[in-house]
């Protein structure tokens, strides 16, 4: 139930925020539900979204429609069961069909169910789920920082915490830096501290975000502990994380960078430096002001990490 429970609230929270409901309906893979359609009409039997949901018949059999109606996995699984090719892009495959769904849809074979359409008048959200949105706004706050981790595990903590949402992330993200510190877990460690930066933006605390995620980017320069595993797939400097610094250097209008760089570097207590401090001011100035990401890891490994880490 844990992670139709997610689903549900995505949903209804993308409605919420005046999303339109086709965009829900176009999607293919949905999780726990076979189909977007039957996530909807969950929501509309257990009463979360209210309004006209009409069945008509003889629906006219073409290629937009089918296109729209299938995915490429269930194409296939019609060319196959009729024998016919099933290689091509989609395009291809839904003019392949066009002919099979035709006939059935003509002879009524109820085996092809392509002579029903369902579709959804002006659906509008219920009380019931104003109320659900309200009860787990939790959830909203895991999508924007902690999807790194379990939602089992986040939702289990939610429960046995009696603080508000924000100190509750809060001091799960500081629980999981402990406990990777003590297990040698660095890629589990820096994801903590990126999520633990995310808590604070999404409380509107920029000041707090920055130094997290600066400090994401120091140790990612100067690793903890690495092993030759998970060295293999590292990269030294992450790209999302510096167009989060990016973005919120923009936004504060801050001073001097230098200074708060400084202040994280010591918090950090980096006792064996991988990549001197200088130097790791430097790359960060040059990965601000758009230099290839790529290129930089490269020269990082080869500089400064493949000796040490025995590569």
């Not at 993308?14 to 999303?19: A, E, H, Q, S, Y």
């Not at 992330?169 to 903590?192: G, T």
């Not at 995310?198 to 707090?208: F, I, K, L, M, N």
């Not at 690495?226 to 919120?248: E, G, H, P, S």
């Amino acid at each position: 139930m844990s992670e139709q429970k997610l689903e549900v609230f995505n949903v209804l929270n993308f409605l919420d925020r005046g999303n339109e409901l086709e965009y829900v309906l176009k999607e293919g893979e949905f999780g726990t539900f076979p189909s977007a359609e039957d996530c909807i009409n969950y929501l509309v039997d257990e009463g979360y979204l209210e309004g006209d949901v009409q069945v008509s018949a003889n629906v006219e059999i073409t290629a937009e429609y089918i296109s729209k109606k299938y995915i490429v996995s269930e194409l296939k699984d019609i060319l196959r069961e009729n024998g016919l090719k099933v290689s091509g892009k989609k395009q291809e495959l839904v003019e392949r069909v066009l002919p099979v769904l035709k006939e059935a849809h003509d002879a009524r074979n109820l085996n092809v169910a392509v002579d029903k359409e369902k579709t959804y008048g002006d659906l509008q959200l219920t009380a019931k789920a104003h109320e659900f949105l309200k009860e787990n706004q939790w959830i909203d706050l895991y999508m924007f920082s902690l999807v790194a981790f379990r939602f089992t595990d986040y939702e289990t903590y939610v429960e046995s915490s009696s603080l508000g949402m924000v100190e509750t992330a809060l001091n799960f993200c500081d629980e999981i830096l402990s406990r990777s510190l003590v297990a040698n877990q660095f890629l589990v460690f820096i994801d903590a501290l990126t999520a633990k930066a995310h808590v604070y933006a999404y409380d509107g605390d920029y000041e707090s975000f920055l130094d997290y995620d600066l400090q994401r980017y120091i140790l990612g320069l100067n690793p903890i502990v690495m092993d030759a595993q998970t060295y293999a797939t590292y990269n030294v400097i992450d790209d999302a994380n510096i167009t989060n610094i990016r973005r919120v250097i923009e936004k504060l209008k801050m001073g001097s960078l230098k200074k708060r760089f400084d202040r994280i570097w010591n918090k950090s207590h980096i006792k064996h430096a991988t990549v001197p401090k200088k130097t790791c001011f430097k790359l960060l100035q040059r990965a601000i002001d758009g230099a290839d990401i790529e290129e930089l890891n490269f020269d990082i490994r080869q500089k400064y990490f493949d000796k040490k880490y025995g590569i």
